[in-house]
């Protein structure tokens, strides 16, 4: 078999990639390991960059019409006896334009929408319950139940996840960094009017709540490193204690799970891999980074990873720039934001993993000051959005430390809009020319 580009792994991020290759002709051979619906945890929060690329996708309409719009996340600082000390919020509507909100959705749901839009076009070809067993230079070898064959290409993209054959392929490794903390993870039924994000948090325990359609919410809590076993060996009813001692009003709604068999292990680790392309290969996703949970981002990370490396090889063909080197450009946009998004996300790790009162106050006392004051804001959304990237300045640190005051001047919208990434940002060979 022969085609253009071979993409390793169906999962969000290789599915973009595929939908943005085929829509312009190129021809993709996609191959995906499962042969159905996931049994573990997936991301499920899109945020605005997400649904701006899905809007040039042509997809955007039918995946907000799937999912649960976030506008404002509350985060909700208890006291010792868990009542509630502190309380701000993070609202993405400080973001200008069209993509200011999140999304919750299925994750399956969410795939089968990027697919069956892939599936309209003869030039993708999607083999599902396969998987590719190794990677030379222009050959795939694909294993299918029982048979063998081989698939040519000009491009290999691994979109396979952490244990990724492409990346093995290119000789590239990873070395993970493991937390202090695991978290458990489940979704079950909500009030019809919990309709925004919630993070309940004391010195020593947290729960994020996250609404998705029909009328559920997905949840993650905190426990300490290999406390899940012992956890499981209590009865169903502590597992519900544990959530409604910090968010009272879920009860009578995760009495709905009546037992641990829903209830899933999500254990966090960090890695960033020193290189996304060698040769006529390339990486995204979590092929190529791992990121901790708790902002939200791996699935983001791999839906912009493959927005921008998919734009790359559209232009490629179009102009019959097919030099490998190419693409470079895609890990030059990307390289950096990951890794400020990766750092980001560490950083909420730690403010929430160490079961200390201090380390409690400071982490409500620096969101009071965020939300006090526009400018830090504004950053904190942005950054978290995808669409933008402004750094923290030494005066932002001495603000959230109490050492500065707060500012308090709105941000023109015309500021803001210079914030976020313009085109040339995104796909600077189109200025710069391909080799």
Request: aromatic share 12%.
């Amino acid at each position: 078999m022969k085609t253009e580009v071979f993409i390793t792994g169906g999962g969000i991020g290789g599915l973009t990639l595929a939908l943005k290759l085929v829509r312009a002709g190129i021809d993709v051979v996609m191959v995906e390991k499962l042969p159905g619906k996931q049994p573990v945890y997936k991301g499920e929060l899109l945020q605005p960059k997400s649904m701006q690329i899905f809007d040039g996708l042509l997809v955007y309409d039918e995946v907000a019409s799937n999912a649960q719009i976030i506008e404002v996340l509350d985060l909700i600082e208890l006291s010792k006896s868990l009542k509630v000390k502190e309380q701000s919020f993070m609202d993405y509507t400080v973001i200008p334009g069209k993509y200011n909100a999140a999304y919750m959705i299925h994750h399956e749901v969410l795939k089968k929408i990027i697919r069956q839009e892939a599936e309209k076009y003869p030039n993708f070809h999607y083999f599902n319950g396969a998987s590719c067993k190794e990677i030379d230079v222009t050959t795939a070898t694909v294993q299918k139940g029982k048979d063998q064959f081989k698939v040519e290409a000009d491009f290999f993209i691994g979109a396979e996840g952490r244990a990724s054959v492409t990346r093995q392929a290119m000789g590239i490794k990873v070395e993970p960094i493991k937390y202090n903390h695991h978290f458990i993870t489940v979704t079950f039924p909500r009030p019809a009017n919990f309709v925004g994000g919630q993070i309940f948090s004391s010195y020593n325990r947290f729960l994020g709540l996250f609404p998705l359609p029909d009328y559920q919410v997905r949840s993650v809590y905190l426990i300490p490193a290999g406390d899940y076993k012992k956890i499981k060996e209590k009865p169903i009813d502590h597992f519900h204690k544990l959530y409604t001692e910090l968010a009272p009003s879920i009860d009578g709604y995760v009495q709905k799970l009546e037992d641990w068999s829903k209830i899933q292990l999500m254990i966090p680790i960090m890695y960033h891999v020193d290189s996304y392309v060698k040769g006529n290969k390339a990486i995204i996703g979590d092929a190529a980074h791992a990121v901790h949970p708790m902002a939200g981002e791996g699935m983001n990370m791999a839906i912009q990873d493959a927005d921008i490396l998919g734009e790359l090889l559209v232009d490629m063909y179009k102009t019959s720039s097919l030099n490998p080197s190419n693409l470079k450009f895609y890990q030059n946009v990307r390289m950096e934001r990951a890794e400020y998004l990766i750092q980001l996300s560490h950083l909420s790790a730690l403010a929430y993993s160490f079961p200390f009162q201090p380390v409690s106050w400071l982490r409500s006392k620096t969101f009071e000051r965020m939300e006090e004051d526009p400018v830090l804001h504004f950053k904190q959304m942005l950054n978290v959005s995808g669409l933008g990237m402004w750094k923290e300045s030494v005066r932002d640190r001495f603000i959230q430390g109490g050492v500065m005051p707060t500012r308090k001047k709105e941000l023109p919208s015309e500021k803001k809009e210079m914030k976020l990434f313009s085109a040339e940002d995104d796909y600077p060979w189109k200025w710069k020319g391909l080799s």
